[in-house]
Each structure stands twice: as structure tokens, then as C-alpha cells.
């Protein structure tokens, strides 16, 4: 078994000064469902001490439709105190650990858990599709830089509170399930305590994300118009009549961020990019019998796949 966290720190501590007080948190995901999900959250306490420590192990079971200020459910799994011999002073071998059990949950079952969030194979985000994610100090994270994921004072406060001086942080890892998006932000303070704990990224905002992330640059637009209903009464008269005509036309409804701050919504050919490549503007114009506009999704939001 890999030595924890803690075991590694104390060990370290017994060569050096006396240590400033630390408390870092590390999260992994035990698994997710389509309503929920659940974190393991490990908080190692070194007690300002080189000779004695304390290691926090809790399962926090979040709900992907919580309210605000809504709180998970936390149980303690087990709280151990790691102590060091101080009386060793054979510099051959390491000092003897001994580690006292504070606390131990005996009622929870680990199967129940494993059934509760089946999921446990995530995909994760290229490194190229990770850098549409835009980070700041002062912002927070954002994604191409048109759509807010967490600001920046929510990460200091909520996810990382305590922390010595000035905390420096970064996103390492995106990962999704079946409807939401897991970041991983890495910190560190002044003192180089360091911290690895998730966002959640719901699957509202996390189909926006997605949405752009598939966007093409441009699109061919055949209707714009101003609620989603009657996109889809038009998109439905359109694909028909490309139908009519024998060559059939896929539609997608994009909405998008008007001028006047308000939300519209453009019927769009799908697979713009390929049809202008392979030299079918003219055809495609044709099946649906109207003016197509070429027109750069930057204010695209979010997209509705038109029923064939």
C-alpha cells in the first residue's frame, strides 16, 4: 500500500525545523449518476507538530440539482492520528509510526455507495480542448472566454479558505460523465501548502460548454428568429421542403446573444464546413428554398438538434 500524504510529511518534518501548521485537502471521485455524485475528500492536519499528525477521510455525496446554499451529505469515514517515536535515534532506520483510530464509520456500506454512482469511467479533456478553458486571478474560470464557470472569489472562499498569503491556482483536468463536467484545480499558498479539489459544472451550464466546444466557426443560416418554438415550426417546414425536393438537409436551432441583450435563435445547416468545402452551397440553398447567410458563431450559446 502507497504511504499517505501524511505519513510521507511526517517523516520529512522529523529532519527539519519545526513546521508551520498545515492543512491540505486532496479529492478524488468515487463515481456519479444522473442526479448525483460522489467525492472523496482526504484533509491531512500535520498539528504544527515534526512528531504527530492527523489524517481525515470523508465521503461527501453531492445532488447535481442542489439549491443554493443547499449543503452534501459528509460522513466521516475514518480520522486516524499518525505519531512518530520521538525517542528514535538510530539514523539507519526510519522511526516507528504509530497510527491511533480517532474515529471509523461502521455503518455505512461501501457496495451501497458503488451502486448509488455507478459511473466511475470518465472521459477526460484533451489538452487542446482544455485550453478553451481561460483562467485569471481576479476572474476565475471562464470557457472561450464567453461563458463563466466559477469566479475567482468563489474558488478563494469556498474551495480553498485558510489559505497563508497569496494563493496561486491552476485548472489541471477536465472530465465529464453523461451530463455534467468535473475541473480539477490545483493551489498553492505562500507557505506551498497545496490543495487538488473538484468543481461541479452542472448539466445545464456543462451542455453550454459542450455545445461550443463542438461549434463550427461559421454556419450557413437560413431563419433567424426570436423564441425557440418558432424556430422549430420553421426548421420543420424547411427540412421538409429539402425533403420535397429529394435531397434532404440536417438543421440544428443555435441560440445566440443578440446586441440588445436579449437571446435569438438561428436556424443553421448542419455540417456548414463540409458543404462549403465540397462546393454544395448551391444545392443545399436550393432544398430549402431560401437564402442561406454565412454568419460566425462567436455569440452561438447553445444548440437544439431539429427532429429528422
Known amino acids: 500500500m502507497k504511504a499517505s500524504i501524511l505519513l510521507i510529511a511526517l517523516l520529512a518534518q522529523a529532519l527539519n525545523a519545526t513546521p508551520d501548521h498545515r492543512i491540505i485537502t486532496q479529492e478524488e471521485i468515487v463515481g456519479t449518476s ?3 455524485y460522489a467525492i472523496l475528500r482526504t484533509v491531512t492536519d500535520n498539528l504544527g ?5 492527523q489524517e481525515s477521510i ?3 455525496e453531492f445532488s447535481k440539482n442542489r439549491q443554493d446554499g443547499e449543503e452534501p451529505r459528509r460522513i466521516l469515514l475514518l480520522e486516524t492520528v499518525h505519531s512518530i517515536d520521538a525517542t528514535h535515534n538510530d539514523p539507519n532506520t526510519p522511526p516507528p509510526i504509530a497510527q491511533n483510530v480517532q474515529q471509523r464509520d461502521e455503518r455505512l456500506l461501501w457496495s451501497a455507495i458503488l451502486e448509488r454512482y455507478p459511473q466511475r469511467a470518465f472521459q477526460a479533456w ?3 480542448k482544455r485550453a478553451r478553458f481561460s483562467t485569471h486571478p481576479d476572474v476565475g474560470v471562464s470557457f472561450d472566454n464567453r461563458i463563466q464557470v466559477i469566479s475567482a472569489n468563489t474558488i478563494t472562499r469556498d474551495l480553498f479558505p485558510g489559505a497563508a498569503g497569496k494563493l496561486t491556482w491552476q485548472l489541471e483536468e477536465v472530465v465529464e460523465d453523461s451530463n455534467s463536467l468535473y475541473l480539477r484545480i490545483n493551489s498553492q499558498d505562500e507557505n506551498e501548502v497545496s490543495h487538488s479539489r473538484f468543481v461541479f459544472v452542472p448539466p445545464a451550464l456543462a451542455k453550454q460548454i459542450g ?3 463542438i461549434m463550427e466557426d461559421l454556419y450557413l443560416v437560413a431563419a433567424t428568429v426570436d423564441t425557440l418554438d418558432e424556430a422549430l415550426q420553421q426548421s420543420a417546414v424547411l427540412h421538409k421542403r429539402s425533403i420535397e425536393n429529394k435531397q434532404p438537409v440536417s438543421l440544428e436551432i443555435w441560440s445566440a446573444w443578440h446586441p440588445v441583450d436579449k437571446i435569438i435563435h438561428h436556424i443553421a445547416v448542419s455540417n456548414t464546413a463540409n458543404i462549403l468545402l465540397s462546393g454544395k452551397f448551391e444545392a443545399t440553398r436550393t432544398a430549402l428554398g431560401t437564402d442561406l447567410i454565412p ?5 452561438f450559446r447553445e444548440v437544439t438538434r431539429v427532429p429528422r
Not at 507538530?49 to 499528525?53: A, I, P, W
Open 34 to 36: 444522473a442526479t448525483g
Open 49 to 53: 507538530s515534526h512528531y504527530s499528525g
Open 58 to 60: 470523508w465521503l461527501d
Open 126 to 128: 484533451t489538452a487542446e
Open 211 to 213: 455545445d461550443r466546444a
Open 295 to 299: 454568419t460566425p458563431s462567436t455569440d
